[in-house]
């Protein structure tokens, strides 16, 4: 059975940092895409940043780039989000999501962080 577990959210203040940890189980580390999505109230869920250990991929929306790093622990199953500079529009609740690397979309999902940035 896949599962993901989304920790590390808080409250911060604006330009505070906070790291994202999503550690997973149930499938092959190096087979799957990790990918960190936000959604704040009243809007659509957002996809942050995306990881493929195995070929050394990731990307990054363009409203994080320069702030988040995506990362990634083979050893440790775990996948982390670095977010530096933090924004009051970085609030949202942050979710991590995985699938089998070339999938059109991520079907397996953990339960969210909360992420607040104060002004």
């Known amino acids: 059975e896949v599962q993901l577990q989304a920790s590390g959210g808080g409250l911060v203040q604006t330009g505070g940092s906070l790291r994202l940890s999503c550690v997973v189980s149930?499938?092959?580390?190096?087979?799957?895409?990790i990918g960190w999505f936000r959604q704040a109230p009243g809007k659509e869920r957002e996809g942050v940043s995306c990881i493929s250990s195995a070929y050394g991929q990731f990307n990054y929306v363009d409203s994080v780039k320069g702030r988040f790093t995506i990362s990634s622990d083979k050893a440790q199953r775990t996948v982390y989000l670095q977010m530096n500079n933090l924004k009051p529009e970085d609030t949202a609740v942050y979710y991590c999501?995985?699938?089998?690397?070339?999938?059109?979309?991520?079907?397996?999902w953990g339960q969210g962080t909360q992420v607040t940035v104060s002004s």
């Open positions: 999501a995985a699938d089998q690397v070339g999938a059109i979309d991520f079907h397996y």
């Open positions: 149930g499938f092959t580390f190096d087979d799957y895409s």
